[in-house]
């Protein structure tokens, strides 16, 4: 670099010169957060592997039988696989940040950040960014795992592979979206940092098992499925089985049909509830912060 | 690559607005129904180093997260560099930096990931490796924070607390914990700040830190100012005033003077024994310490009763001889010492 001939410097105010952008300081913080995130042993084993540890053991266990009645069946793999897609977009997002953002409220994290120009927006940003990569990261290596050892035909393999793939889409998106922002309020539920694992976790292993993730769906006793109806795993474990499933096994579901309807309608719901119930508890410092 | 120097004398002092650095009248802040400030007077000059000094639960952090826009206030004038902190923005926030009380925080970063991390949140900041050296943590640049030894943490705050480039640092109780050795480190640090410009707001219950940093500091008792001035004139030239004591027939005697060694000569003129000596004979010159507890109300409660009590023993104990913060030798009565 040359030395510039000292020319009169007029005063440098740091105001004259722009703040960071919020959409770059996204970047920023989602860049922060992968690192940090794939640094914690817990959060890869229990968020980012779990999905993957249980699919090989599950269908390891059960390779060779199938899942259904008598009248229809599938094999155990393929009927396993979209629960725990719809398992591990529900851990990378809801339990990711319930945890995530208790821990950081009471570390001192959320504080400090607000001390600083950092945007709130590109705080949230940061979330999204990890939330999205996490999740397609880890789905991605699930499908890859699911076709390779397991022989589970991919849906662009199937008749209709572009309606599958489009209902993908949505289905996962919008499970991301209300997992996020449900995370987000639920992460003011823990008293503590410490506590945050205890209080997060056992909601989301009771959901799975009544959500038709472990157990076939259909199998599960009508008062649980009623209640799996209220929450959203349960729909997104239903509307990942119309992708990866052939169209006959709607049968399978105690209402006959895929649902798409009702699934978009409550996840919707989730998403709008976790959004006012976020926007209205977040807090940046400790309860007992003052 | 290019250096840019952080900025030194008075071109960096003088960024920004001018007025003085952080204005505070009759600031007011209650939780239910304690008033944990209760009018609070304070004027920051640009450049200074001005510490709040006060006992846990005097209102000194509720005072400075009021300041740093954490807290609103229940009534009272705020205008920290020009802006009031309740309402001021991200502009403002770039300009001020803030070393909060506990840190345990960003655990799974290395110090150099974070401290670049922070420095791409403000419009001008410092060069993040020049700030690492500052503080004196190159060789743990690559370390993972959560493996950081609590003064090179403290360190990284204050990292964190520069990248910004700010004109207004806020120190909250920075050396709690420390080993002799990493605090005086610690004030050099900060020092070196101020000679580059910045102004720094420090809160403390170190007397010794007051007394080595601080310009001026101000003494919070209950949520007010009790004093306010250099930490070597606080309270006033009467609480300065030396104490000779002695003991006088087995009981201890005292006496402020402003010239001992005139009181001393008399002394020893009436009282001497038959070899020469006073029994017992000390002469005190309060320390910093002696005048912040008597500021605080706690000289007032227990100590002042303590020769009589000492008197009352057919054999005085000795005084014990302890340092204090400034050095001169103080006589602990035996009631008093820990």
Redesign the interface.
């Known amino acids: 670099m040359t030395t510039a001939p000292t020319a009169p410097r007029t005063t440098r105010s740091p105001r004259a010169v722009a703040l960071p952008s919020p959409g770059r300081l996204g970047i920023e913080r989602t860049r922060a957060e992968l690192r940090a995130f794939f640094r914690e042993r817990d959060a890869v084993i229990f968020i980012f592997t779990y999905p993957l540890i249980m699919l090989a053991i599950f269908a390891t266990v059960f390779d060779g039988q199938d899942q259904g009645t008598a009248g229809y069946s599938v094999p155990f793999a393929q009927y396993f696989l979209p629960g725990m897609i719809a398992t591990g977009v529900m851990l990378t997002s809801f339990q990711s940040l319930a945890i995530s953002i208790a821990v950081e409220r009471d570390d001192g994290s959320l504080k400090r950040l607000r001390s600083t120009p950092l945007p709130p927006s590109a705080y949230f940003y940061g979330k999204v960014g990890l939330v999205l990569l996490t999740s397609v990261v880890q789905t991605a290596l699930l499908l890859a795992l699911a076709a390779t050892v397991y022989d589970v035909p991919m849906p662009w393999e199937m008749p209709d592979g572009g309606a599958r793939l489009a209902t993908f889409a949505w289905v996962f998106v919008l499970g991301c979206a209300s997992g996020a922002v449900c995370g987000v309020a639920f992460s003011s539920l823990p008293r503590s940092g410490k506590s945050a694992t205890a209080v997060v976790t056992p909601v989301v292993l009771v959901l799975q098992f009544i959500s038709g993730v472990f157990f076939a769906f259909f199998a599960l006793p009508s008062w649980m499925q009623t209640v799996a109806s209220l929450f959203p795993l349960k729909w997104m474990a239903q509307g990942m089985r119309s992708v990866f499933l052939p169209e006959q096994a709607a049968a399978l579901e105690p209402s006959g049909s895929w649902q798409h309807g009702a699934t978009a309608a409550v996840l919707v719901a989730w998403l709008v509830v976790g959004l006012v119930v976020g926007a209205r508890s977040f807090r940046w410092r400790r309860r007992d912060d003052g | 690559?290019?250096t840019t120097p952080p900025p030194t004398g008075p071109g960096a002092a003088?960024?920004?607005s001018t007025g003085p650095a952080v204005d505070v009248r009759g600031l007011r802040k209650s939780?239910g129904a304690k008033q944990a400030v209760d009018g609070i007077d304070l004027r920051v000059e640009r450049g200074e180093i001005f510490a709040v000094l006060g006992p846990n639960g005097a209102g000194k952090t509720?005072t400075v997260?009021i300041l740093?826009?954490?807290?609103r206030r229940d009534a009272g004038e705020v205008r920290v560099l020009g802006e009031d902190p309740q309402t001021a923005g991200?502009?403002w926030?770039?300009?001020?930096g803030?070393v909060?009380q506990?840190?345990?925080?960003?655990?799974?970063?290395t110090v150099a990931?974070?401290v670049r991390?922070?420095a791409?949140?403000?419009?001008?900041p410092r060069d993040p490796d020049e700030v690492i050296d500052a503080v004196g943590l190159r060789e743990k640049a690559r370390t993972?924070t959560r493996q950081l030894s609590g003064g090179q943490r403290r360190r990284l705050d204050v990292a964190?607390g520069i990248v910004?480039?700010p004109e207004l640092l806020f120190l909250d109780e920075p050396t709690t914990g420390f080993d002799p050795q990493a605090r005086r480190a610690f004030w050099a640090l900060v020092r070196s700040l101020r000679e580059d410009g910045t102004t720094i707001l420090l809160t403390t219950h170190y007397l010794d830190e007051a007394a080595h940093l601080a310009d001026r500091a101000a003494v919070v008792r209950a949520g007010r100012v009790v004093a306010l001035d250099a930490p070597d004139r606080l309270g006033g030239p009467g609480a300065r005033r030396p104490e000779v004591r002695w003991l006088d027939d087995g009981a201890w005697r005292s006496e402020r003077t402003d010239s001992p060694t005139a009181f001393v000569a008399s002394l020893a003129a009436r009282h001497a024994g038959p070899d020469g000596e006073v029994p017992g004979l000390a002469v005190t010159r309060p320390s910093l310490e002696d005048v912040y507890l008597e500021l605080i109300g706690e000289l007032a409660a227990a100590p002042a009763a303590a020769p009589s009590r000492v008197a009352a023993t057919d054999s005085p104990v000795p005084p014990a001889e302890g340092r204090t913060p400034d050095g001169t030798t103080a006589v602990v009565p035996e009631e008093a010492r820990p």
């Open positions: 690559m290019t003088g960024r920004g939780y509720t997260e740093e826009g954490f807290r991200r502009a926030r770039s300009r001020i803030v909060l506990d840190s345990r925080d960003q655990a799974e970063l990931e974070i991390h922070f791409t949140f403000y419009p001008a993972r964190l910004g480039r």
